[in-house]
């Protein structure tokens, strides 16, 4: 008899987690409260990014963390009465990011994103999604020469290093790329090697259409109903309680919701973040990122998506307009923006740990439960990846990459019941 699995949660963590299962021979479910892909991996800026080997660090420098303290600037900001609640949490994030750490962090975080071209690429071919992605790649630009200067500099060491691939444009060749943008720009990184998506959701609607031709069931239930059955599990769905031997939770940012019931106490926040689409008419010939001012323009099937950096806050906190206000000031320096598509912004939430690197393993304390989530900044490019690598282990295989950077019992008492 075919070996069993639910899988919790329908981004494209779970949906991806769910196909690798099912090419396994495993009889799959997938239990999503609503439409897989609607959340998270719906808003996004639809990157797939090969260049990522550095996960996000918590600033160190002191002009920086003024700023950021101040909220002078676009690309961090924060929900001052959630803070309290937030900061232990981020003053492990901060430990973590000091670079006798951090290093060890962008050992493990390369090892997957190495994968993540090839790993999409297999679902992309799989699923007939290849008219939804560009592979160009995409230009980090910057209005400030000092900016520029760290930006090239840094771009020369992830080469050497890493072998990621980049140009170095200036001021005229970006103008030349780029005659949309009205602003004469420091330069650019054009980053080649990443591919861009016109319609994030839609490549996750792709992967699970993938999934249920290949056998694969999606059912809408509510992950919070998840409890042992016998040797294994059993969680409650609109076509009746469903059980199998070994079930994943991939809930993303509301992994928690679950983990807590269940008596863990991991140390997981989010970073929230916005987008808005605008009915902008031009042509840019790759997506492109203004990091030092927070604000992404991306070229998407609903219009110019404009989305925000960090927000520190809770995730059931309200929207707040101040981000994507600032972002919309700022790209409209850059392009003419039009009107907004949207009434409101989407707002979403990326699931962080606090040593940036993601849980993907075996629940300390219970049998037959795994862990797949925490992808931060970079799940929408690692789901592909991190699901072959939790897949695998399910069925008890050699694993492909060394898992040990992810285990969740990394986090000592935190993760045992
Ligand atoms: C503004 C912004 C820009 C970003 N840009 C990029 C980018 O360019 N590239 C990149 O790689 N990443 C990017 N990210 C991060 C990326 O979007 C996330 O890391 C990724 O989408 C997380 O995927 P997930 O499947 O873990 O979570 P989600 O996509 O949120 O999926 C979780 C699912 O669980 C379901 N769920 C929740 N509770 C329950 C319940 N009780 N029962 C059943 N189902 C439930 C939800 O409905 C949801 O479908 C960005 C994030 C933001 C906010």
């Not at 670079?99 to 999409?120: D, M, N």
């Given at each position: 008899?075919?070996?069993?699995?639910?899988?919790?949660?329908?981004?494209?963590?779970?949906?991806?987690?769910?196909?690798?299962?099912?090419?396994?021979?495993y009889d799959v479910t997938?239990?999503?409260?609503?439409?897989?892909?609607?959340?998270?991996?719906?808003?996004?800026?639809?990157?797939?990014?090969?260049?990522?080997?550095?996960?996000?660090?918590?600033?160190?420098?002191?002009?920086?963390?003024?700023?950021?303290?101040?909220?002078?600037?676009?690309?961090?900001?924060?929900?001052?009465?959630?803070?309290?609640?937030?900061?232990?949490?981020?003053?492990?994030?901060?430990?973590?990011?000091?670079?006798?750490?951090?290093?060890?962090?962008?050992?493990?975080?390369?090892?997957?994103?190495?994968?993540?071209?090839?790993?999409?690429?297999?679902?992309?071919?799989?699923?007939?999604?290849?008219?939804?992605?560009?592979?160009?790649?995409?230009?980090?630009?910057?209005?400030?020469?000092?900016?520029?200067?760290?930006?090239?500099?840094?771009?020369?060491?992830?080469?050497?290093?890493?072998?990621?691939?980049?140009?170095?444009?200036?001021?005229?060749?970006?103008?030349?790329?780029?005659?949309?943008?009205?602003?004469?720009?420091?330069?650019?990184?054009?980053?080649?090697?990443?591919?861009?998506?016109?319609?994030?959701?839609?490549?996750?609607?792709?992967?699970?259409?993938?999934?249920?031709?290949?056998?694969?069931?999606?059912?809408?239930?509510?992950?919070?109903?998840?409890?042992?059955?016998?040797?294994?599990?059993?969680?409650?769905?609109?076509?009746?309680?469903?059980?199998?031997?070994?079930?994943?939770?991939?809930?993303?940012?509301?992994?928690?919701v679950v983990t807590r019931?269940?008596?863990?106490?991991?140390?997981?926040?989010?970073?929230?973040?916005?987008?808005?689409?605008?009915?902008?008419?031009?042509?840019?010939?790759?997506?492109?990122?203004?990091?030092?001012?927070?604000?992404?323009?991306?070229?998407?099937?609903?219009?110019?998506?404009?989305?925000?950096?960090?927000?520190?806050?809770?995730?059931?906190?309200?929207?707040?307009?101040?981000?994507?206000?600032?972002?919309?000031?700022?790209?409209?320096?850059?392009?003419?923006?039009?009107?907004?598509?949207?009434?409101?912004?989407?707002l979403g939430s990326r699931?962080?740990?606090?040593?940036?690197?993601?849980?993907?393993?075996?629940?300390?304390?219970?049998?037959?439960?795994?862990?797949?989530?925490?992808?931060?900044?970079?799940?929408?490019?690692?789901?592909?990846?991190?699901?072959?690598?939790?897949?695998?282990?399910?069925?008890?295989?050699?694993?492909?990459?060394?898992?040990?950077?992810?285990?969740?019992?990394?986090?000592?008492?935190?993760?045992?019941?």
């Open positions: 008899m075919a070996q069993s699995a639910l899988v919790l949660g329908g981004g494209m963590v779970g949906v991806c987690t769910a196909w690798h299962l099912r090419e396994r021979g997938l239990v999503e409260r609503g439409t897989p892909g609607r959340e998270t991996s719906y808003g996004n800026a639809g990157l797939i990014q090969r260049e990522a080997v550095e996960p996000y660090a918590f600033p160190h420098d002191v002009l920086k963390l003024a700023q950021v303290a101040l909220q002078r600037g676009n690309d961090v900001s924060y929900r001052l009465r959630d803070l309290l609640t937030v900061a232990p949490k981020l003053a492990q994030y901060w430990w973590n990011s000091f670079p006798s750490r951090y290093q060890g962090v962008v050992t493990g975080y390369e090892a997957l994103i190495r994968h993540c071209l090839s790993e999409h690429d297999r679902m992309i071919s799989a699923s007939g999604a290849d008219n939804l992605i560009s592979r160009q790649g995409w230009k980090q630009i910057f209005r400030t020469q000092k900016g520029f200067d760290a930006g090239a500099a840094r771009s020369r060491l992830l080469t050497r290093e890493f072998g990621i691939e980049s140009r170095i444009l200036d001021p005229a060749g970006l103008a030349r790329e780029e005659p949309a943008l009205k602003r004469t720009m420091a330069g650019a990184v054009h980053w080649t090697s990443p591919y861009s998506v016109s319609d994030p959701g839609g490549l996750v609607d792709r992967y699970a259409a993938l999934l249920t031709a290949s056998g694969g069931r999606i059912l809408k239930g509510d992950a919070r109903s998840l409890r042992p059955d016998g040797a294994g599990w059993c969680v409650d769905t609109r076509e009746g309680t469903i059980s199998a031997e070994q079930a994943v939770i991939t809930l993303g940012p509301w992994s928690d019931m269940l008596g863990y106490r991991l140390p997981l926040f989010v970073k929230r973040g916005y987008h808005r689409h605008f009915g902008w008419q031009g042509t840019l010939n790759t997506p492109m990122i203004d990091t030092e001012a927070g604000v992404a323009m991306l070229p998407m099937a609903l219009g110019l998506r404009v989305t925000t950096g960090a927000e520190f806050a809770l995730r059931d906190a309200p929207l707040s307009m101040r981000q994507i206000d600032g972002s919309e000031r700022l790209a409209r320096e850059m392009l003419d923006l039009g009107a907004p598509v949207e009434a409101r912004p989407w699931p962080c740990t606090v040593d940036m690197l993601p849980l993907v393993g075996q629940a300390p304390s219970h049998r037959g439960l795994w862990f797949h989530f925490g992808h931060a900044h970079q799940g929408f490019t690692l789901g592909p990846a991190t699901a072959r690598l939790c897949a695998g282990m399910m069925n008890g295989e050699a694993p492909y990459i060394d898992p040990s950077p992810y285990r969740p019992s990394r986090f000592g008492r935190a993760a045992q019941v």
